[in-house]
């Protein structure tokens, strides 16, 4: 039996590598990466494994327990979903990111230690950044900038939070933290910016629209969940989270209802998804974080396979904005298809979501949440009639815009079926494999009570019966071209603001220095130093002339005299050497007069 | 892509265009809304325990009226609540740099955004 390796040096490896290969190789390489990592992912044993030594701290590399392995489980499998989807077009952006993004999200998951988890937390910017900037277009480059300045700043606060907790005695063990003083509070703040946590997420919505069709595949999988996994582990429990979770759980599906972009609708709801995962963590009971882990593994399937969807649409129509789509079944069947299994999947029994969601409410409910169940039954709701029906709505059905298009090619397809056919086996057999992965065992659910099953199809149909009711009665919102404000409105527009205010002060203050310096001092001193000599020259013989009793003609005939052989340098030797004389007279006495204190 | 009016090789899948299949969906619809009704007034009646943990979970629709007036609240409070204040041009932070404004999925760039297998031809704007 082979040693296992580090999953992150597997696609490290693999993403160095990609750019080096052409054609036909490069996709089959690419391919064959995540299958490597998934043969490998069996053969890590439990434990503590591949440590380093570094500085004063023991880093480790591979803490292989419960929870590193669900989570190493999932993002494996959608690797290699994620590299299908992309591989025809054999860019070097889409495969190497992608495979760069899975490994630095699989270091964070097999990191023992908070210093190697910053590490990794960093790269998964990078990966990131290569993902937009795979689109290729203007808009794309200025978002990947966007998203650069944001988790920069992230990883900034992370970091000082690491360093003074630390600094404050803190160890660098990667387990639950006590949310008190400086330290661990910037971390958990750095924690919440990936996490998309209301006003500091506005990252998502703003830039995951931007991305490459494939890319977006990557970045909704990995950030988001790489941080859910990390406050799981650090902050369960933490009440705040459940009121942080219930604003994102709510607030992003009033953005997504507006929202004509279709990636931006699923933007939203992925934020309100993540808030269900953030809830549980908050509750941290055993049954509500096993929701958290299951909810991350199934959700992840749905909404890779939504975007899919939507991004198939884009590859072939260049559009993604609901007022621009419409008709497509006609074009595009299997894709729509996928879109609504893609919505079943969020929320439908006999698929993932449904077995993962309910835990997180039973959790609650058996808290004595009554509010917090509301609220989640509402956010189900809310989420299934944004990212189920408006985005398969209006684009596959609608009206019929006149566009038409071929189906999408067989590797997105198959990709999108693979998804599926996950989805569907986990939500029908979850007890096949998919609960025995949950991280905590003991705390069991049981989603299929026939109670259940039809109240959840009884949601779903009335959902559908609003928005029909709606669409008919002219009454729910027309899709139109517009922008909305969101909180990233502060570092977009209130950035321009605070570089006109740095312009005007710091350049102001360096105009004005140059004016001062450049324009005054430096000439006066050039000045000084250039004529100064010759002036001071001129200026000690006019009393000797004065006293030899020259006339005023005369002396200042001498005195231009004397100036024009001083700035020529033109000195007859008599006075060069009477100058010297004096020097040595001078320096004569002064080390006698030394010479005679200091005895 | 071609932007054409609706040929004959449309047919199967204007399938649901046609009125009298639009019809029939949205038969079949409301058959299956109101059987899920029935079935829970069913279950009430004969006691079923669904094993609630609140009082009120044990009202019968509960997830119908839920789900229905979340949906309505969540469509109707962004489009007339939220989207009056919120709403801005499409091209509002386009004055960031100094390029001038261009769509996410317009056909500029060096990369054609639409793949088609066959042709290759301009996107809509």
């Given at each position: 039996?082979?040693?296992?390796?580090?999953?992150?040096?597997?696609?490290?490896?693999?993403a160095?590598?990609?750019?080096?290969?052409?054609?036909?190789?490069?996709?089959?390489?690419?391919?064959?990466?995540?299958?490597?990592?998934?043969?490998?992912?069996?053969?890590?044993?439990?434990?503590?494994?591949?440590?380093?030594?570094?500085?004063?701290?023991?880093?480790?590399?591979?803490?292989?327990?419960?929870?590193?392995?669900?989570?190493?489980?999932?993002?494996?499998?959608?690797?290699?979903?994620?590299?299908?989807?992309?591989?025809?077009?054999?860019?070097?952006?889409?495969?190497?990111?992608?495979?760069?993004?899975?490994?630095?999200?699989?270091?964070?998951?097999?990191?023992?230690?908070?210093?190697s988890?910053?590490?990794?937390?960093?790269?998964?910017?990078?990966?990131?950044?290569?993902?937009?900037?795979?689109?290729?277009?203007?808009?794309?480059?200025k978002?990947?900038?966007?998203?650069?300045?944001?988790?920069?700043?992230?990883?900034?606060?992370?970091?000082?939070?690491?360093?003074?907790?630390?600094?404050?005695?803190?160890?660098?063990?990667?387990?639950?933290?006590e949310?008190a003083?400086?330290?661990?509070?910037?971390m958990?703040?750095?924690?919440?910016i990936?996490?998309?946590?209301?006003?500091?997420?506005?990252?998502?919505?703003?830039?995951?629209p931007?991305?490459?069709?494939?890319?977006?595949?990557?970045?909704?999988?990995?950030?988001?969940?790489?941080?859910?996994y990390?406050?799981?582990?650090?902050?369960?429990?933490?009440p705040?989270?459940?009121?942080?979770?219930?604003?994102?759980?709510?607030?992003?599906?009033?953005?997504a209802?507006?929202?004509?972009?279709?990636?931006?609708?699923?933007?939203?709801?992925?934020?309100?998804?993540?808030?269900f995962?953030?809830?549980?963590?908050?509750l941290?009971?055993?049954?509500?974080?096993?929701?958290?882990?299951?909810?991350?593994?199934?959700?992840?399937?749905?909404?890779?396979?939504?975007f899919?969807?939507?991004?198939?649409?884009?590859?072939?129509?260049?559009?993604?904005?609901?007022?621009?789509?419409?008709?497509?079944?006609?074009?595009?069947?299997?894709?729509?298809l996928?879109?609504v299994l893609?919505?079943?999947?969020?929320?439908?029994?006999?698929?993932?979501?449904?077995?993962?969601?309910?835990?997180?409410?039973?959790?609650?409910?058996?808290?004595?949440?009554?509010?917090?169940?509301?609220?989640?039954?509402?956010?189900?709701?809310?989420?299934?009639?944004?990212?189920?029906?408006?985005?398969?709505?209006?684009?596959?059905?609608?009206?019929?815009?006149?566009?038409?298009?071929?189906?999408?090619?067989?590797?997105?397809?198959?990709?999108?079926?693979?998804?599926?056919?996950?989805?569907?086996?986990?939500?029908?057999?979850?007890?096949?494999f998919?609960?025995?992965?949950?991280?905590?065992?003991?705390?069991?659910y049981?989603?299929?009570?026939?109670?259940?099953?039809?109240?959840?199809?009884?949601?779903?149909?009335?959902?559908?019966?609003?928005?029909?009711?709606?669409?008919?009665?002219?009454?729910?919102?027309?899709?139109?071209?517009?922008?909305?404000?969101?909180?990233?409105?502060?570092?977009?527009r209130?950035?321009?603001?605070?570089?006109?205010?740095?312009?005007?002060a710091?350049?102001?203050?360096?105009?004005?220095?140059?004016?001062?310096?450049?324009?005054?001092?430096?000439?006066?001193?050039?000045?000084?130093?250039?004529h100064?000599?010759?002036?001071?020259?001129?200026?000690?013989?006019?009393?000797?002339w004065?006293?030899?009793?020259?006339?005023?003609?005369?002396?200042?005939?001498?005195?231009?005299?004397?100036?024009?052989?001083?700035?020529?340098?033109?000195?007859p030797?008599?006075?060069?050497?009477?100058?010297?004389?004096?020097?040595l007279?001078?320096?004569?006495?002064?080390?006698?007069?030394?010479?005679?204190?200091?005895? | 892509?071609?932007?054409?009016?609706?040929?004959?090789?449309?047919?199967?899948?204007?399938?649901?265009?046609?009125?009298?299949?639009?019809?029939?969906?949205?038969?079949?619809?409301?058959?299956?809304?109101?059987?899920?009704m029935?079935?829970?007034?069913?279950?009430?009646?004969?006691?079923?325990d669904?094993?609630?943990?609140?009082?009120?979970?044990?009202?019968?629709?509960?997830?119908?009226?839920?789900?229905?007036?979340?949906?309505?609240?969540?469509?109707?409070?962004a489009?007339?609540?939220?989207?009056?204040?919120?709403?801005?041009?499409?091209?509002?932070y386009?004055?960031?740099?100094?390029?001038?404004?261009?769509?996410?999925?317009?056909?500029?760039?060096?990369?054609?955004?639409?793949?088609?297998?066959?042709?290759?031809?301009?996107?809509?704007?």
């Amino acid at each position: 039996m082979p040693d296992a390796v580090p999953p992150f040096a597997i696609y490290l490896i693999g993403a160095l590598i990609v750019p080096l290969l052409r054609g036909r190789v490069r996709q089959g390489f690419a391919l064959l990466v995540p299958v490597v990592a998934f043969v490998n992912y069996f053969l890590i044993p439990e434990g503590t494994h591949w440590t380093l030594p570094f500085l004063d701290f023991e880093l480790v590399l591979g803490r292989a327990d419960e929870w590193s392995r669900i989570f190493l489980n999932i993002f494996t499998i959608l690797s290699f979903a994620g590299i299908l989807y992309v591989v025809r077009d054999n860019e070097v952006l889409d495969l190497s990111g992608g495979l760069l993004y899975a490994g630095s999200a699989m270091g964070v998951i097999m990191a023992g230690d908070l210093i190697s988890m910053f590490i990794f937390w960093e790269m998964l910017t990078l990966a990131a950044v290569f993902c937009l900037l795979a689109r290729r277009t203007n808009a794309a480059g200025k978002a990947a900038y966007r998203y650069l300045l944001v988790h920069i700043f992230g990883g900034v606060v992370l970091l000082a939070g690491l360093a003074i907790h630390l600094a404050s005695g803190g160890s660098i063990a990667f387990d639950k933290i006590e949310l008190a003083g400086p330290g661990p509070i910037l971390m958990f703040i750095g924690f919440g910016i990936n996490c998309a946590w209301p006003l500091v997420g506005a990252w998502l919505p703003d830039t995951y629209p931007e991305a490459s069709v494939g890319g977006v595949v990557f970045m909704a999988t990995y950030t988001t969940k790489t941080a859910v996994y990390v406050l799981a582990r650090t902050f369960p429990g933490e009440p705040s989270l459940v009121i942080i979770g219930l604003v994102m759980a709510i607030l992003p599906l009033f953005y997504a209802a507006i929202a004509n972009d279709l990636r931006r609708v699923l933007s939203y709801c992925l934020v309100n998804q993540v808030g269900f995962m953030v809830i549980a963590i908050g509750l941290g009971t055993d049954l509500a974080l096993n929701g958290a882990a299951a909810h991350a593994y199934c959700h992840i399937l749905y909404k890779a396979l939504l975007f899919m969807v939507v991004g198939s649409v884009i590859y072939r129509t260049g559009l993604s904005r609901a007022t621009d789509l419409g008709g497509l079944i006609r074009s595009m069947p299997l894709t729509c298809l996928f879109g609504v299994l893609g919505a079943l999947a969020m929320s439908s029994p006999w698929f993932c979501g449904f077995v993962s969601k309910s835990i997180i409410m039973g959790a609650a409910a058996k808290e004595g949440r009554g509010l917090v169940w509301m609220v989640l039954l509402c956010a189900s709701a809310g989420v299934f009639l944004l990212a189920g029906i408006k985005v398969v709505y209006f684009a596959f059905f609608s009206r019929d815009s006149g566009i038409r298009c071929e189906e999408a090619p067989p590797n997105q397809l198959a990709a999108m079926a693979l998804i599926a056919g996950i989805a569907f086996c986990i939500g029908a057999f979850p007890d096949w494999f998919f609960y025995d992965l949950l991280p905590i065992s003991g705390a069991d659910y049981q989603p299929y009570t026939f109670g259940h099953v039809t109240d959840q199809f009884a949601l779903l149909l009335f959902c559908g019966l609003a928005f029909v009711l709606m669409l008919k009665s002219g009454l729910y919102p027309a899709e139109i071209r517009a922008t909305n404000l969101d909180a990233a409105w502060f570092y977009r527009r209130g950035g321009k603001v605070i570089d006109r205010v740095m312009d005007w002060a710091l350049n102001g203050i360096n105009a004005q220095t140059h004016r001062w310096m450049h324009g005054r001092a430096l000439p006066a001193i050039t000045e000084f130093f250039s004529h100064g000599p010759s002036y001071l020259a001129s200026s000690a013989m006019t009393p000797i002339w004065k006293l030899q009793g020259h006339d005023a003609d005369e002396i200042a005939k001498r005195k231009q005299s004397v100036y024009l052989r001083c700035e020529r340098g033109v000195f007859p030797i008599g006075i060069t050497a009477c100058l010297a004389v004096f020097l040595l007279a001078l320096l004569f006495v002064v080390s006698y007069v030394s010479h005679k204190s200091s005895t | 892509m071609k932007t054409n009016p609706p040929t004959d090789d449309d047919q199967k899948s204007g399938w649901f265009e046609k009125p009298e299949n639009v019809r029939k969906l949205w038969i079949g619809f409301l058959m299956a809304c109101g059987l899920f009704m029935i079935l829970d007034l069913v279950l009430v009646v004969i006691a079923f325990d669904k094993h609630p943990y609140f009082k009120w979970q044990k009202w019968p629709a509960l997830y119908a009226v839920t789900g229905f007036v979340a949906c309505v609240i969540f469509a109707l409070g962004a489009g007339y609540g939220l989207r009056p204040l919120l709403k801005r041009g499409e091209n509002f932070y386009d004055d960031e740099t100094s390029e001038n404004k261009d769509d996410t999925d317009s056909s500029e760039s060096h990369h054609s955004p639409n793949h088609d297998d066959e042709t290759r031809t301009d996107s809509d704007a």
